[in-house]
């Protein structure tokens, strides 16, 4: 049904204007129940006053630290909905591949003393081999998993997207054991800084400051150049692009490169924040980022930066904010709980997301 | 239509009084008549022993060691008991609820199975020994320590499991007196990872430490898989414990141990991990970090295992390469002895050389074990299944490096 005949089905109906639903009564309920939770967790929180400024501050900068690392995620999660309609979910692994691929060097770079006497050298060659790495595995999933699906309207792109996502995941387990490996902790990175009176590991504002760059050239090169054009224009109407002469699989290739090389400085920060690669490592913070991209309007660009931050900071803050001041012992271990609460909730009460997605008209 | 579900109900009942009379006439094979079944072993047929334990992931030396030292205790014997070859089917639980029950209904499947050995995990065993005793096959834990496994108001579900390794009722109450009486704390910070072991080994040490007159700051909790624990840190730092206790596995503790120097507030805290990170595993997880982390764990020492004990390392060494890479093995070790010891007691053999096993008799025999000078020190089963003592120590990580494990220089004993 198109969006015209159903408003005018919609005109056609009669007004049930007070008419309320057992459905509304419960998802009204819900709102109330977390407002409640939201309010009176802050309230009793800031009464008990455990916490000082300077442990709020830590704790949104642990937010965006975390966020500016799910936005990056995000990007290549939204990048590909936006053009093919599809959610890659094996695009948390594709970033573990980069992390993992990317310890190798760091550890023989650490080894020979490189990694401590040319850091940013040392980080610039790391963080380019995790984005080719994350690139060709990228392309490599896209061609064999996705591509054969195209015109194909079916579950079967989803469920080769778990596929390859398991793929990925156990033959990393496979080819380099399941051990938890330890990343190099250079000295460079332990100190700690002062920002406006709180000092803060070193770590945190270099994480955000690469996530941030990285997310402007991104936002350049979308914008500003060609590719970046036609990519938006693929975005809007795959086939009327494909008539305007732009070459559909050439932009689809350059989308997954672009997300492919957003996971791999993800992964390498999340590594350089953790300093463990792990071949299940991608899981979580893959499915989480899923959760920024809808949070923030999947589709949307901007959205998935947005939402990236916003989760990370509620995740960081809201154990403390909102559950330790009702009373739940132990509230850090809801922190996920909390991350896909506000999945669902936006799933529920604003399907668009924060943003919501950018199209000149709404498809049907 | 009536009539049917007559005839249905009619026949259930037939099928359960038959189930229930069968069970209750139990099994005859040969010379052995059994309450639960009878396990015949044809002539020059080996006789099947299962194992689950830790084979892959993170902690994969708790495991691994462990299968080891039942592997050369099975050589002690010649590899041969009542007779007959020993096939041992060894399956990997995985240290989780999964892994256990996934490995334990593997196992059960195979009704040649008489014995299993292990898990080394509490929560693999917890839904893993139930499942292998449905089946009449009775198990032997070898590091499964939380207290539920063997309180005495469990579920019949556990009556076929034993554990050769020390009951935490006793590791969590050394822990709180050491905290209390040797580190001189009044304030005390938990954090568990939700498994049967961790969440139990910390109740009991919060429970002893306010019995000594200290306090409880902080009770927490993560996931095994959690790596952010600075918030969690933090939090704890507001209530300035002069201890924060953690004895969870390999990935969450490796990732405190990097995060807590960073956080302010935790600067005099005393930070002590648990028995699962004695472990080349822990190193490679946490580098540099481990450089001065303390843990409490039994002690493997010489002096407190059994006087065996030197012998088994040389015979690990000569087998496997490398010494022993975690601190189970003598309960392992220890474990299979008891458990070839019992079957050896119950085994029948007939004139045609077929030999019979009663499974209830074979779990009799285990929970009769008494009196007997393991290398990890003396064995002796009382009625719930626990067969060992606790000796307690304190160690610390002297190096980064996991090629420099070696337990007693690193990790060395700091007390007592």
């Known amino acids: 049904m198109t969006a015209e005949a159903a408003r005018q089905g919609a005109a056609a109906r009669p007004k049930r204007r007070f008419r309320i639903t057992y459905v509304d009564v419960i998802l009204w309920s819900l709102r109330l129940l977390i407002l409640v939770v939201v309010v009176g967790g802050t309230i009793g929180t800031l009464i008990k006053g455990r916490y000082t400024i300077e442990h709020w501050f830590d704790f949104v900068m642990f937010g965006l630290t975390m966020g500016g690392i799910y936005a990056l995620i995000a990007l290549g999660y939204t990048m590909v909905y936006g053009i093919l309609r599809l959610i890659n979910f094996a695009h948390g692994d594709i970033t573990m591949t980069g992390a993992f691929s990317a310890f190798f060097l760091a550890r023989h ?175 979580l913070p893959g499915i989480k980022a899923f959760s920024a991209a809808v949070l923030g309007g999947i589709g949307n660009i901007p959205g998935a930066m947005v939402g990236g931050f916003f989760l990370g900071i509620v995740e960081s803050v809201g154990p403390a904010l909102f559950l330790d001041g009702i009373g739940i012992t132990a509230p850090y271990q809801l922190r996920d709980l909390i991350a896909f609460i506000m999945l669902i909730m936006v799933l529920i009460f604003r399907p668009q997301g924060i943003l919501g997605e950018r199209l000149a008209a709404k498809r049907a | 239509m009536k009539i049917r579900r007559l005839l249905t109900i009619a026949a259930a009942a037939l099928l359960a009084v038959g189930v229930f009379s069968a069970a209750q006439a139990g099994e005859t094979k040969g010379p052995v008549t059994d309450e639960i079944g009878v396990v015949k072993i044809p002539k020059g047929a080996p006789i099947f022993i299962g194992g689950y334990w830790t084979l892959s992931g993170p902690d994969t030396a708790l495991g691994l060691d462990q299968k080891r030292a039942v592997e050369i205790a099975f050589d002690d014997w010649g590899n041969k008991i009542a007779g007959h070859p020993i096939k041992f089917i060894a399956e990997d639980g995985q240290c989780n609820a999964e892994g256990g029950q996934t490995a334990a209904t593997k196992l059960a499947s195979n009704q040649r199975i008489v014995l299993v050995i292990g898990p080394d995990c509490s929560s693999s065993a917890t839904p893993g020994a139930p499942i292998l005793w449905k089946a009449g096959i009775p198990s032997v834990g070898t590091s499964t320590t939380a207290p539920s496994l063997t309180a005495p108001d469990r579920k019949p579900g556990y009556h076929g499991y034993i554990r050769t390794v020390y009951n935490d009722l006793a590791a969590g109450a050394a822990d709180a007196e050491y905290f ?123 002096d407190a295992f059994g006087k065996r004990y030197p012998e088994f390392v040389e015979k690990y060494k000569k087998k496997f390469g490398e010494a022993p890479v975690q601190a189970f093995h003598a309960n392992a070790y220890d474990g299979a002895v008891v458990a070839l010891m019992a079957i050896e007691k119950v085994a029948v053999t007939d004139d045609k050389g077929n030999t019979y096993i009663g499974r209830k008799a074979l779990r009799d025999a285990l929970f009769a074990t008494e009196a007997f000078d393991g290398i990890g020190g003396a064995i002796k089963c009382n009625e719930h299944g626990d067969c060992a003592a606790f000796k307690f120590a304190v160690y610390e990580f002297t190096n980064g490096d996991p090629s420099t494990f070696k337990i007693g220089t690193n990790p060395k004993k700091i007390f007592p």
């Not at chain 1, 850091?119 to 064999?144: G, H, K, N």
């Not at chain 2, 969450?252 to 472990?279: C, D, F, K, Y």
Request: neutral net charge; hydrophobic residues 50%.
């Open chain 1, 109 to 283: 770079l650490d080894r020979t003393g490189l990694l401590d006497a040319y850091p940013l050298l040392s980080m610039l060659a790391i963080t380019a081999l995790a984005m080719v790495v994350c690139s060709v595995i990228a392309l490599a999933v896209e061609r064999i998993c996705y591509r054969p699906f195209r015109h194909v309207v079916t579950l079967a792109p989803l469920i080769c997207a778990i596929g390859a996502s398991f793929f990925l995941q156990h033959s990393f387990r496979g080819l380099f054991g399941s051990t938890i490996r330890s990343y190099p902790d250079p000295e460079w990175l332990k100190g700690k800084i002062d920002i406006a009176g709180f000092g803060i590991p070193l770590v945190q504002p270099m994480v955000i400051g690469t996530a941030l760059t990285a997310m402007l050239l991104l936002y350049l090169i979308v914008q500003k150049t060609k590719m970046g054009t036609a990519m938006r224009a693929v975005s809007e109407d795959r086939d009327a692009a494909a008539l305007m002469g732009i070459d559909v699989n050439k932009v689809i290739t350059f989308t997954f490169i672009l997300g492919g090389c957003m996971a791999g400085i993800g992964g390498v920060l999340y590594a350089m924040v953790y300093k463990q690669v792990y071949f299940f490592m991608g899981f």
């Open chain 2, 180 to 302: 209390y009486n040797q580190l001189r704390c009044r304030t005390l910070a938990t954090v568990h990872d939700g498994s049967p072991y961790a969440e139990q080994l910390v109740r009991v040490a919060e429970n002893t430490f306010k019995g000594l007159g200290g306090s409880i700051v902080a009770a927490e909790a993560v996931a095994p898989t959690d790596v952010d624990m600075r918030p969690l840190l933090t939090g704890i730092a507001t209530t300035k414990p002069c201890v924060i206790y953690f004895p969870v596995f390999v990935a969450a503790a490796a990732q405190i141990a990097r995060q807590a120097p960073e956080i302010s507030g935790l600067e005099n805290t005393h930070i002590v991990g648990g028995s699962a990170l004695m472990a080349p595993g822990f190193l490679e997880a946490a580098g540099d970090a481990a450089v001065g982390f303390v843990f409490t764990n039994p002690d493997t020492s010489t």
